[in-house]
């Protein structure tokens, strides 16, 4: 029988300890216990590699200690380096001029000395009635002559026109240099939609494309309605119906 080799003795001795549980020895006064042997459970791994104690331990540990890196914030715009979100003003809100309830067309009642067919207008009050027969009239909001600018009479219709031109007066134009001297009817024409000329004055029963002046005093003196108004008045009175203005 041959001897052994001293380095062939040490791997038999190795493997046995890999093979059989080690019994840890309590550690004396003085001394430090080694830590326990762990055993690979990949039992494909070199058997060396089977002997590295904790190796598993270590490597959860590893991945559990890794830090996770704060999200950074990102410019709101590509043009500007703030960092924080832009607070958004919100868009303002476009307010519609409209009329007043209060001007808009309605049937009231009436009994007053004027015979069904007169139109008469109440400035103070900014109020046109339409005098009807059966005890009632209609009654539309208006915008009346300025400060300066008031009158009162009694005058017939003598033309209705639609889609009026308008020629501002001499007087008018010294007062407004902006004023042109003739403009075409259509939207854009402060006369609006229909015109009643009352007599041989400059005034009219008009429409208007500022609506929202109905219910104040703001024209030179004619009497303006809302366009829809005075369609529906042009269509009710004729050449010849007698206006009141008090």
Same mark, same amino acid.
């Given at each position: 029988?041959?001897?052994?080799?001293?380095?062939?003795?040490?791997?038999?001795?190795?493997?046995?300890?890999?093979?059989?549980?080690?019994?840890?020895?309590?550690?004396?006064?003085?001394?430090?216990?080694?830590?326990?042997? !762990?055993?690979?459970?990949?039992?494909?791994?070199?058997?060396? *590699?089977?002997?590295?104690?904790?190796?598993?331990?270590?490597?959860?540990?590893?991945?559990?200690?890794?830090?996770?890196?704060?999200?950074?914030?990102?410019?709101?715009?590509?043009?500007?380096?703030?960092?924080?979100?832009?607070?958004?003003?919100?868009?303002?809100?476009?307010?519609?001029?409209?009329?007043?309830?209060?001007?808009?067309?309605? &049937?009231?009642? =009436?009994?007053?000395?004027?015979?069904?067919?007169?139109?008469?207008?109440?400035?103070?009050?900014?109020?046109? =009635?339409?005098?009807?027969?059966?005890?009632?009239?209609?009654?539309?909001?208006?915008?009346?002559?300025?400060?300066?600018?008031?009158?009162?009479?009694?005058?017939?219709?003598?033309?209705?026109?639609?889609?009026?031109?308008?020629?501002?007066?001499?007087?008018?134009?010294?007062?407004?240099?902006?004023?042109?001297?003739?403009?075409?009817?259509?939207?854009?024409?402060?006369? $609006?939609?229909?015109?009643?000329?009352?007599?041989?004055?400059? =005034?009219?029963?008009?429409?208007?494309?500022?609506?929202?002046?109905?219910?104040?005093?703001?024209?030179? $003196?004619?009497?303006?309605?809302?366009?829809?108004?005075? &369609?529906? *008045?042009?269509?009710?009175?004729?050449?010849?119906?007698?206006?009141? !203005? &008090?």
């Amino acid at each position: 029988m041959f001897p052994m080799p001293k380095m062939a003795l040490t791997a038999l001795m190795v493997a046995a300890t890999a093979a059989v549980p080690m019994m840890v020895q309590p550690a004396t006064a003085g001394q430090v216990a080694p830590p326990p042997l !762990v055993l690979s459970p990949n039992l494909t791994e070199p058997w060396v *590699l089977q002997l590295q104690p904790r190796a598993a331990t270590r490597n959860t540990q590893r991945v559990q200690r890794q830090r996770v890196q704060p999200q950074r914030a990102q410019p709101v715009n590509w043009w500007s380096r703030q960092r924080q979100p832009v607070q958004q003003r919100p868009a303002p809100q476009t307010r519609t001029r409209q009329v007043a309830p209060q001007f808009l067309p309605t &049937i009231v009642t =009436y009994d007053g000395k004027h015979k069904p067919g007169t139109i008469v207008i109440d400035t103070n009050a900014r109020y046109l =009635y339409l005098v009807q027969s059966d005890g009632t009239a209609r009654r539309y909001g208006v915008g009346v002559g300025k400060p300066g600018f008031e009158w009162a009479g009694s005058h017939k219709v003598t033309r209705k026109a639609e889609w009026p031109d308008w020629r501002p007066p001499a007087a008018m134009r010294k007062r407004r240099p902006d004023l042109p001297v003739f403009m075409a009817g259509g939207p854009d024409n402060p006369l $609006g939609a229909r015109a009643l000329y009352l007599g041989s004055t400059l =005034y009219r029963i008009h429409g208007s494309n500022q609506p929202w002046t109905i219910g104040h005093a703001v024209s030179s $003196g004619c009497i303006r309605m809302r366009n829809e108004d005075v &369609i529906d *008045l042009y269509e009710r009175v004729g050449v010849g119906t007698t206006v009141h !203005v &008090i």
